[in-house]
Structure formats: C-alpha cells, structure tokens
C-alpha cells in the first residue's frame, strides 16, 4: 500500500448504529487530518492530530471522536449521527513541516449515508 | 477569522484555451499557498505551491502569488477536458502553523 488509504469506501448506518473509520499513512508523515466535505461546501478541517497530539478540534459534535494510536494510524468513531452527517469524509496527512510549506496528502475519502 | 475567497464557478472555457482560476486571502500572514485539484467523486491532489511573489510553472500550469494583494491564481494553459475538476485554494500561515484552509474551490469546465 502506498500513499493514504481509508476504509471503509462507502458506508450506510443508522442513526443509533456505532462505526469506526480508518485511516493509514504510509508516507511517514507526522501529522494527519480529519475533513468533512459536504456537497456544494467547502472543506471543513474536522481534527489535526500531530505526532498523536491532538492539536485541533473544529468545534465538532461530540458524536464524532477521533483516535490516533500512532503516526500512522487514525480512527474517526461514529455514534448517534443524524442524517445531516452524511458527507465524503476524507483523511489526510503531511509532514508537520513549521513554517506551513506542508502540503497535504489525501485518502480516497468514506462516503458516509446517515439513514 | 481567516478567510479564503474562491469564486464557485463554473468556468467554462474552450479546449486549448487559457482557464484563468482566482483565490484571495484574508490573513496577512499567510506565507503558503496550495492548489489542488478535485475531480467528481473523488479527493484532492496537490498540483501546485508556490512560497514567493511572482510566477511559478509547471508544465501547462502557472501559479503566480502577489502578497501585497493578497491574492493567488492558476493558470492553466492549452486546457483540456481531462483539466475538468473543481479546484481547491488552500492558504498556510507562517509562525509554527501547518493547518490549512481551504477555499470553496472552483469548478471548471473545459468544453471541446
């Protein structure tokens, strides 16, 4: 496996189901994101975890709670989502380069349906 | 509140002409600059960065930053179909941080 890979690819729950996604890097990177990215709407930066130090949380509902065991490894664990919930997640990582010259590496991202 | 403006398009423009892509920023301190592009359905890539004023080029694209405006732009030139996507501004600010943010991105559409 190269690069970022996410899994599941698609996934449909209900909304008292409880589901993790996964996410690996395999680049080496040191820090690694959490998007949502619902139609017509920009990107939005979920959590930052950098050397598994959570170094950002966007204000998001507390049905959403990340996990970062190692560098190269993030969970994001789903619990009680309502419908509006359902969007691309996508995964990414990058160098944790300061100074930002750190450009960022995606997965193919978890289309996710809230029933 | 950092900000960075991308108008939503589409841009349509004929096969082999130059698709002209705008993103204005917010925060003056802002020191790095992204573009990556988005096809349907699926995630981002880098194509470009660019650190300094003036003009960078790769191949049949151009990324050309000008600070005191604060503003960036994507040339793309002798577009092509395959060049059809949504493209996505993303802005780094200096002093430590590595976080982005993202614009709402622009679509193009390259038409034969």
């Known amino acids: 496996e190269t690069g970022v890979t996410q899994t599941p690819r698609h996934l449909v729950m209900g909304m008292t189901n409880k589901k993790s996604l996964k996410c690996e890097q395999h680049?080496?990177?040191?820090?690694m994101y959490w998007y949502k990215q619902s139609a017509k709407k920009p990107l939005e930066l979920m959590f930052v975890y950098s050397l598994e130090e959570r170094v950002e949380n966007n204000s998001v509902p507390s049905r959403f709670s990340p996990e970062c065991p190692n560098s190269s490894h993030l969970f994001l664990h789903l619990h009680t989502l309502q419908p509006e919930d359902s969007a691309l997640y996508l995964c990414a990582s990058s160098q944790g380069r300061a100074g930002g010259r750190d450009e960022q590496f995606f997965g193919p991202g978890t289309r996710l349906t809230v029933l | 509140q950092k900000e960075v403006e991308q108008n939503s398009g589409p841009l349509s423009v004929p096969e082999g002409a130059i698709a002209s892509l705008n993103c204005t920023y917010s925060d003056r301190g802002s020191q790095s600059f992204f573009w990556y592009r988005q096809y349907s359905g699926k995630s981002p890539e880098l194509i470009m960065f660019?650190?300094?004023?003036g003009d960078k080029e790769d191949g049949r694209f151009t990324a050309q930053l000008n600070k005191a405006s604060q503003y960036v732009s994507l040339l793309i030139r002798d577009s092509q179909p395959s060049d059809s996507a949504t493209y996505l501004c993303?802005?780094?600010?200096?002093?430590?941080?590595?976080?982005?943010?993202f614009g709402r991105g622009t679509s193009l559409i390259v038409h034969p």
């Open positions: 660019i650190y300094s004023n």
């Open positions: 680049l080496g990177h040191n820090a």
């Open positions: 993303a802005v780094n600010r200096a002093g430590g941080s590595y976080i982005p943010t």
